[in-house]
Each structure stands twice: as C-alpha cells, then as structure tokens.
C-alpha cells in the first residue's frame, strides 16, 4: 500500500514527538535525583515562630528534606483546635502536654525539645522603684522578683503609688497572655497559685480556696493577648505606661538582641529583665502525630538545631542551659544557671485553674 | 465564648464590601502612584518601576489612608503592588471569623480584632507599624474658654471627669466615630468607662452594670453631635466645616491630617487634649492571612519594607509614632516636626500616655451592646425613600425594603450591632413626584415603617426635593437631644423645580442636619453630591452592590 504525501509527513512528525519523549526521559534520569521534599505543618506557639523562620533553620530542615510550616496559636488553644491535616503540636509546656492528653490528645511519641525561664519584662523605672519598695531586688546586676511580696501587694490592691512608682496608672499589675489559651500566662498563674498556697504546688483544694484572690489578680489585667509572641511585642511597642510589667520567656529577649539589633539599641537601656523567685520552666514540647511530625522532632533534637535555637533564639536545651555562656547574647542582668524553681502543679490542679480563671472573666 | 457570637455580627459583611468594590478594581494604575481611588474604599499601590511580582490585597482601617507615602515606598521597594480595601477594624475581624475571605493581609487599628477575630489561626508574622493615642482634637478657641491650653497652644492633661462637667455645662459638644462600627470610637469609649469607673483598671462586668457609672457614660456621651462610621471620614467632615465642631475624638496622627488642612485654609488648629486619666493607643498591626494562596514571600518582602528606617521616618511625617515605647525615632526629621507640633497641643512624649489596661473581650463585647441599647446618644433618623415608577423594574423597590429591614429591623440590625434603641426615633417618609406622609416609629419597634415599606408600590415621577423639604419640618424641635441625620435614597435624576426652595429653608435652619444619600439605578451623582456637599455629609454608592449593606454602613453613621 502507498501512502500518501500528507500521511507520510504525519509518520514523520509523529516519530519526531518519540525521540523527543524518549530524549525527554533518557536525559531526566541521567539527572542525579533531588531530595525529595515533605512539608510539614503544625501549631505553633508565637514565642517559636523567630526560630521557624529562621533561613539557617530552613537550610538545616531542607538538608533534612523538610520544608516545615506552622500555624501560631496558644499552647493550651492547640489542643483543642482542629488538628486536621496538621503533622505536630509544639506547645510550651509540660503542662500544656497534661491538658492535651486529658482532651485526647495522643502524647506518646513526644518529646521535650528546649526550656526557658518564665521571666518579668519591665522598665528601669518601674524596676527601680520596685527595688526601692523591696517587691524586687538587685544584686550583681541582676533584677529578681520576690513573687510572695509581688502576689501580696497585689492582693491587698495596692496602687503603683504605694509600691514606689507614682506615675503609674492604677492598681500594681503584672500583665501576662490569657492564662486559659497560652503557656506564658498559664504557668504564670501556677506561680501566683503555688505563692498563694505558701511556696507548696497549687492543688485543687487550694486553687478553690484562693479562687477569689486568684480571680482578682488576673482582673486586674482585663485584656490579655492569646501568644506571647504579640504580648512582648506590645510591651516594646506600647510602652511603660500600658504594659509597666509582662510576663514572658527568657528566649524573647535573647532572641530579639541576636536577630533585631536595632530595635535591641533602642530599649537596651530601659528594659529589665526579672527573674521571679521562685520561677518555674517553660518546657517546650514537641508532640508528632504523624511520621512526618516525627522527621520534625528528630531535626528540633540534633546538637546542630539545638546550637541554633540557642544561639540565635536563646532556647535552652532539655537540660536546663545553654551551649554556651548566656553573656554572649550582651543582655544586661541574665542567669547562667537558675536555681530557685517551682513545681508546676499536677494536671487536675491545673484544670482547676483553668476553670477558676474562665469564671473569673465573666464576673 | 459569648464575645465571639455577639461580636460575630459586626457591621457590614466584608465579603459584600469586596463585591461592593471589585468594581473599580480594573482601572490603569500609572507606575509609582497611588491610584486616588474611584471608590473611596480602595486604593492602589504599584511599585514605580511598573512591574511587580505579586499584588496584596490588604483589608485595611479607614485612617491608614493617611499613611499612603508609607506604603507607596514600601511597594517601591519590594515590588510588590498593594491593593487597599479601607473598612472597619470591626469588619476586619468579622472577614477573618470567615476564614479571611478574599484577603491576603490586614491590617486594622487594633491588635485586639485580630486577637478576636483570628479564631482558625489564619493570621501570621502581625507586627505593630506604628502607634498612635486617641485624643481629644478641640478647637483652639474653645480649649482656651474651657482653660484646657495657652496662648502658645499647649495643652494641659484633661480628666474625663472634667471633659464630662464641660458637657454638662452645655461648654462642649463633641464628634466621635460609633464605638460599634470604628476602632476609634470603641477604643475612646473603652477608656471613658474605664476612667469614670474610677478604679483605674481593667473594667469588670461588676462595674459595667454599675448605674451610676452608666449614668455619668450616658452624661458624657451626651456632648457627642455627630456620630461617623468611619475615622478618616470624621476628620474630612471636620476639616470641610471648621468653627462648626467644638471637638473630635479621633486619632492624634488624624488630628495632625486635620490640622494641615485646616491651618492650610487659613483656619485655628485643633488642639490636642490627653486625657489624664485614661487613654486608648492604636497599635496598627500588619499581617499576613494565610489561607494556602502562597503569598508569604510577596508579604514578608513589603512588611519588611514598611517597617525600613526610611518607611518609618513617613509614618511620623504622617503623624504617627514609630519608636518603641510610644516615643518618635526621628524627633529631629523637619517632616517629623512638622506634624508633632507643640502648638497644635501635641505632646510626643510618651508619659503624657497614660494607657487603660482594656478590658477583657467579653467585657469589651457586653460595653459595646450597652453603647448601642443604652448609653449612647439617642438617633434621629429621617429616611427619604424614592418610590418612583423606575424603583419598580430595576429591583430598587426590594432593594429598599431589604436594606430598611437591614437596618432598622431590631434582630437583623443587631447582627451589625446598629439596632434600635428605646429613645431612638426613625421617620419614613416615601416620595415619587412629592412626598407621601410620613410614618414615624419611636424606639425600637420600627414594625410600622417596615410593614408600610413592603406595602407600597413603585409609581410615578421623581422630586427629591420637595420630600427633603417636608422631611426638614419634620425635624424635632430640640435636635440637641439627639443625633440627627437625613437619609435619601433615589434612582433617578430629580425635578429640580423645588430645589432653590428647600436649600433656603435648609440654610436658614439653626441646626443642620447632614444629608446622607444612597445613589442606585440611575441616580444623578452631581445632584446627591450637591446635597452632600451643602450638608457636610456623604454620598454612599449603592449601584454595583446589595443595597442591604449599603442601608447597614450608612445606619453606622448615625
């Protein structure tokens, strides 16, 4: 049979389109082949989103084949968010991981990844004149909170006047984030529990007891923010007059002296850090819920993310210090070591906390 | 959580302000410059080399308008071309309840509506971009008669307590955006309470319901003779009839914008008064919505831009303040001073900011239902509704009634949080070719004019004019007892027979009542325009959108 012209020229172009395929696929798998790429997603607390976002971070993680996102939301929040197509919870406390657990979160392959001190921001003003009525001291340049005299003149509603700062507004206050949805406020608020309860962990039947005093230290602050990312931030951007004292991670200041200079040069000279006597740990905990989850926690474990999170966002590691001296971060007033801690409460305790605080805010 | 349901309903659906502005989206943008807005809601920004690598839809307050310079070299310097959409901090937070709707950031007055609204954990890298107090912006002449400034400008602090016993002695009256509808407002309303409560912090429930702390609210808020629904539109209605207003409580970078306008037409300054005992801060954070459209890189591009020392140095040319702290990063920058000036009052020393500590969200979302059912200055709203056969065939006449219902129904109204109060009174006067009677509803059953709304039936010609002259006679005979507002909605071009008649009985009225107008169908805009203009008021564009939000946003402003 004869074909003709137009069919022929048809053949042609149809084997000129194998060779290019077959061309196509001999020079692709002469490539070496890329790592392959998983992203992972999860919750977040804001206090840790300096560190996700770090390109170095990024770089180890790609080394990794990760590509990791997150979502900000407060430690106690995530676990009762949809969990939907998200791979971890990176909570910031052992007691947020309790909360998890009693709400059926599965808590089983997780693992404590950093701590770091929940610590006072202020000002020197304020600093000073709390110094001058004995509510914190100095020594060695270093500010410390007496939290018994601190819940004391906050339970008698003393003003700032009667604590040695006149130009302050209102009643003495210590701000912190939404104990019910974030980490910072919540141990904050086991530390003003256990102080209540003469220095001894919060239980239950103290937490009833001291209900009312509970609910009026934390009214004093009406608003509070959901992460303690936005709340610090507030407190640099707000100033003395909104936010004179605020709960907080030691890591945030570390972080911002390291990674934003500027902003560090403008309020190194007025702001304070204080270490409440006793404090207690802020255990950031990473909880998987699937394998992907588990690739991020064995990446957050390496000495090499363990060196970064310290190094450029002041996280300790899981046992208590840094790899390094705290000096190298040029903060006025840091600890080395810190000795003087509190138990958090048991986790029924802390519900019961919890419960007080939310009828608390209806009143 | 009882705040997230009642704040849920807030004001106008952001979707439908989208719609409402997709319109005039498509217009050319000359490189490097601000588009000045066909619609008064968007605005946008391309980068001055032409070309850029992604566009940002922002949901942005009303008052960064006045930060355009800022944004403008931000989109230079990034690349990345921003399209404004300009709503209410509250809006913001009903589009992020929504999963964020068309949105790619936003950008309101006040970290507390993300706080509330980011209920599905959208919201990413928010950083404050400045910050700025809610003040008192009082006429020169008036500060000095009541003692509050010198002859140098300066002002001393205020308490709330003596700004409430100058509105008690008939010495002040004062113009203050809805506390339900404006970050502004609610924030300044906050801080009353807060300061009268006199406890000074955070207020409780327990306070809330305190009569006579709901007394001296209702004393205070009694000064107030125009309402807004919008910060930026607040300071314009100032600047445009100066020696009218007594006071604004707006913004001190808003005060600022008003100030150069007005001291620019040869007219005194506002003086700038911090209230001593309690004051309300702006933090205007930016943030990105991520709701999976990969916009990341375009965001952390353009929010690292605007907040360059060079960006920055334009937010305090515009008035606001960028340090840390309160303070002013570029205190010697001559734009910088020329905006904080000490003889307009201002005091850009961040101790004269003696901040309240704001109440809880459900304090905030119970202080807000009282400001709009009890507290606030009872509304006198006349509604001159265009019933002309052409109403028939373009879908106006159901337009109108839905957007009546929207706005004056007490359950849908409540969703916006603009229902009806006891001492509100809301008059319905229906015209064609002249006005028909009027039906009148004092409080909150507004059945009667609802049900006479769905009765009538579109006929015959169009005289706006005639019906805005009865609607003038049938203002009370004390207007101080209320806010008053007229608002007329037509589809057509008017006779113009009786106009010359009604603007000399509008002029000769002691008390001018602004005309707010709705333009639909074919409504002339120079006409409605006329009627803004004379009034001092605003022409709300009903014709690309739902005339139910439309009826909702201008119900905001009374």
Redesign the interface.
């Given at each position: 049979m004869r074909l003709s012209k137009s069919k022929l020229i048809g053949l042609a172009a149809l084997l000129v389109a194998f060779a290019l395929i077959a061309g196509t696929l001999v020079w692709r798998n002469s490539r070496p082949k890329p790592v392959e790429i998983t992203s992972v997603d999860g919750?977040l607390g804001g206090e840790k989103?300096g560190l996700f976002?770090d390109p170095q971070f990024n770089a180890l993680a790609a080394k990794d084949g990760l590509k990791v996102d997150y979502?900000?939301?407060g430690s106690l929040d995530m676990m009762t968010?949809d969990r939907k197509g998200l791979d971890y919870l990176f909570p910031s406390s052992r007691a947020a991981v309790d909360y998890g657990k009693a709400k059926g979160v599965d808590t089983s392959t997780s693992d404590i990844v950093f701590n770091s001190p929940i610590v006072m921001y202020t000002?020197k003003a304020v600093a000073d004149a709390l110094v001058g009525s004995g509510i914190m001291s100095r020594a060695n340049g270093v500010y410390t909170m007496d939290m018994s005299k601190a819940v004391a003149a906050m339970s008698a509603n003393k003003?700032w006047g009667d604590v040695g700062w006149p130009?302050g507004?209102?009643?003495f206050?210590i701000?912190s984030t939404d104990p019910i949805k974030s980490n910072s406020g919540n141990e904050y608020a086991a530390l003003v529990a256990a102080t209540l309860n003469g220095g001894q962990p919060a239980t239950v039947a103290s937490i009833q007891r001291d209900a009312p005093a509970l609910t009026s230290i934390f009214?004093?602050?009406?608003?509070?923010?959901?992460?303690s990312e936005?709340s610090f931030?507030?407190f640099?951007?707000?100033?003395?007059?909104?936010k004179p004292i605020m709960v907080g991670y030691e890591s945030q200041i570390l972080d911002l002296a390291a990674n934003n200079p500027?902003?560090w040069k403008?309020?190194k000279d007025?702001i304070v850090i204080a270490y409440p006597t006793p404090t207690v740990w802020s255990t950031h905990v990473l909880i998987p819920t699937n394998a992907k989850g588990q690739k991020l926690l064995a990446l957050l474990k390496k000495p090499e993310t363990q060196k970064l999170a310290w190094e450029r966002h002041g996280f300790r590691s899981a046992n208590f210090t840094g790899a390094s001296s705290i000096t190298r971060f040029g903060v006025p007033g840091t600890l080395d070591q810190i000795t003087a801690v509190a138990e958090l409460p048991r986790n029924d305790a802390m519900q019961s906390l919890i419960e007080v605080l939310t009828k608390g805010?209806?009143? | 959580m009882a705040a997230k349901s009642l704040m849920k309903g807030f004001a106008v659906g952001a979707v439908l302000a989208a719609v409402m502005t997709l319109g005039s989206c498509f217009g050319t943008t000359p490189p490097g410059k601000a588009n000045p807005a066909p619609s008064p809601n968007l605005q946008t920004f391309t980068p001055a080399n032409g070309s850029s690598s992604a566009t940002l839809s922002i949901a942005s307050g009303s008052e960064n308008g006045e930060v355009s310079n800022a944004i403008q070299k931000a989109s230079d310097e990034s690349g990345v071309a921003i399209t404004m959409h300009y709503m209410g901090s509250l809006d913001i937070m009903n589009a992020l309840e929504q999963g964020g709707s068309s949105y790619d950031a936003v950008w309101p007055a006040s970290s507390m509506w993300i706080s509330m609204g980011d209920t599905k954990h959208i919201v990413k890298d928010a950083a404050s971009t400045s910050t700025t107090p809610i003040v008192f912006g009082v006429a020169q002449s008036k500060a000095m008669a009541l003692g509050w400034a010198k002859p140098d400008g300066s002002t001393r602090p205020v308490s709330t307590s003596e700004v409430m016993d100058a509105v008690k002695a008939k010495q002040l009256k004062f113009s203050m955006t809805s506390a339900t509808q404006s970050n502004s407002g609610a924030s300044a309303y906050l801080a009353f309470l807060t300061a009268l409560s006199g406890k000074q912090q955070a207020l409780s429930v327990a306070e809330l319901n305190d009569p006579a702390l709901q007394a001296s609210a209702k004393t205070l808020l009694s000064g107030v003779d125009r309402s807004s629904g919008s910060s930026d539109w607040l300071k314009d209605m100032v600047v445009s009839d100066p020696g009218r207003v007594d006071a604004m409580v707006n913004y001190e970078s808003l005060v600022i914008a008003a100030n150069r306008q007005l001291t620019g037409n040869g007219h005194d300054p506002l003086l700038a008064v911090y209230p001593s005992d309690g004051i309300a801060i702006s933090d205007s954070p930016l943030g990105y919505v991520d709701r999976g459209q990969k916009l990341d890189g375009a965001f952390a591009k353009f929010a690292k831009a605007l907040h360059s020392k060079e960006s920055q140095k334009l937010f305090e040319q515009a008035g606001r303040r960028t340090g840390l702290g309160g303070t002013l990063a570029n205190p010697n920058d001559a734009g910088v001073k020329s905006a904080f000036r000490a003889d307009w009052g201002i005091n850009a020393k961040p101790d004269a900011l003696k901040a309240i500590a704001m109440p809880s969200a459900d304090v905030i979302s119970k202080a807000l239902d009282l400001y709009q059912t009890a507290l606030r200055k009872p509304s006198y709203t006349i509604w001159v509704v265009d019933y002309s056969g052409s109403m028939g065939g373009n879908g106006g006449r159901d337009g109108v009634v839905k957007g009546l219902n929207a706005a004056l129904d007490p359950a849908q109204a409540k969703r916006s949080m603009i229902q009806p109060a006891p001492n509100d009174v809301n008059v319905f006067i229906p015209f064609d070719s002249s006005p028909q009677n009027d039906t009148v509803a004092k409080g909150t059953d507004t059945g009667a004019i609802l049900d006479r709304a769905n009765a009538l039936e579109a006929g015959g010609g169009t005289d706006i004019y005639s019906a805005l002259d009865k609607a003038i006679r049938e203002l009370p005979a004390d207007l101080s007892q209320y806010t008053t507002a007229i608002v007329a909605m037509t589809d057509g071009h008017s006779e113009t027979g009786s106009r010359d008649s009604f603007m000399s009985h509008y002029r000769a009225l002691k008390d001018k009542p602004p005309i707010f107008s709705i333009m639909f169908g074919d409504a002339d805009p120079s006409q409605l325009e006329d009627l803004a203009g004379t009034s001092n008021a605003k022409v709300f564009d009903g014709r690309n959108g739902n005339l139910a939000s439309v009826f909702r946003t201008v119900k905001g402003y009374n």
């Open positions: 919750y989103i976002d979502r900000k939301a968010a000002h003003t130009s507004y209102g009643q206050r701000d009214g004093k602050s009406g608003w509070m923010e959901t992460s936005d931030n507030q640099l951007t707000l100033g003395v007059g909104s500027d902003a403008q309020v007025d805010t209806q009143q | -």
